[in-house]
């Protein structure tokens, strides 16, 4: 089995505790958490799974095909734990609730600013075409048209 983080493939590792997986998915402190043990070096690892990393496991089904598995909504970097020998394990968590809430709290306030600033813009815009238009009477007429249709 292969994890892939951020485009970079690792292969799966025995988990040090032979009774767990080395992919596993548990509750702690009210986040849901994957865990993966992968064979690399710590730099590496801690570079590639972080904040947002995109995350997909790859496993080889029957037929020799590769089925692939989207994990990208384990977007929160967690603990990364280096055995020593060439194993890591690495905890990558769900965003909670309010976390998700203050994210889409965050993204309506740009969206309000960026339509702020788009507004201000077209007003601007719009004074200078008027600005423009005063100076000829043809135009002048024109934005007056414009200007009523409203």
């Known amino acids: 089995m292969t994890i892939v983080a951020n485009g970079n493939p690792y292969m799966e590792a025995v988990y040090p505790i032979p009774a767990e997986p080395s992919i596993f998915e ?3 402190n009210g986040r849901e ?8 070096k710590y730099a590496d690892v801690a570079a590639d799974f972080v904040d947002n990393a995109r995350i ?12 692939e598995y989207d994990k990208s909504e384990f977007s929160v970097a967690g603990d990364i734990v280096d055995h020593r020998d060439g194993r890591i394990t690495v905890y990558m968590g769900k965003p909670t609730e309010e976390e998700k809430e203050k994210a889409h709290s965050a993204e309506l306030e740009q969206a309000m600013k960026d339509w702020k600033a788009a507004a201000e813009t077209a007003e601007q815009q719009l004074r200078a075409i008027r600005a423009e238009a005063a100076k ?4 002048r007429g024109i934005v007056d048209k414009i200007v009523e249709a409203k």
Do not use: H, S, W, Y
Not at 56 to 67: G, W
Not at 136 to 139: I, N, S, V, Y
């Open 56 to 67: 997909i496991i790859q496993d080889n089904t029957d037929n020799n095909a590769i089925a």
């Open 136 to 139: 000829d009477e043809k135009l």
């Open 33 to 40: 958490v994957i865990r993966f043990t992968v064979l690399g």
């Open 26 to 28: 548990k509750k702690r």
